[in-house]
Nanobody, 126 residues
Framework: QVQLAESGGGLVQAGGSLRLSCAAS????????MGWFRQAPGGELEFVAC????????DYTDSVKGRFSISRDNAQNMVYLQMNSLKPEDTAVYYC???????????????????WGQGIQVSVSS
């Protein structure tokens, strides 16, 4: 059974930083693409970033480019989302997700991700 668990969320002032971590169990991690999605209050689930299993390819939604950075440590079964220069509009529940199929290009479609964490709250005050 594959499980994903997020940590590192919280409340931060605008302009601050947070690093989200996702701990993965099971074989998926080293073979598949890992992504981060978010859902703001009253909003839809939104793609944030994803990274190829070897770490050489990544993709970001335009609103976070230059501020967020996704990385992974296959030896530790971890994926990270470093979030800098946070804005109030980044406030959301953030989800770690795993894609069970190798795709090219990397997928931004939440429906194509098989495994999901429980989500973690990130709140940015103005």
């Amino acid at each position: 059974q594959v499980q994903l668990a997020e940590s590192g969320g919280g409340l931060v002032q605008a302009g601050g930083s947070l690093r989200l971590s996702c701990a993965a169990s099971g074989r998926i991690f080293t073979d598949n693409t890992m992504g981060w999605f978010r859902q703001a209050p009253g909003g839809e689930l939104e793609f944030v970033a994803c990274i190829r299993w070897n770490g050489y390819s990544a993709d970001y939604t335009d609103s976070v480019k230059g501020r967020f950075s996704i990385s992974r440590d296959n030896a530790q079964n971890m994926v990270y989302l470093q979030m800098n220069s946070l804005k109030p509009e980044d406030t959301a529940v953030y989800y770690c997700a795993g894609d069970s199929i190798w795709r090219s290009p990397l997928s931004r479609n939440a429906a194509e991700y098989t495994y999901w964490g429980q989500g973690i709250q990130v709140s940015v005050s103005s």
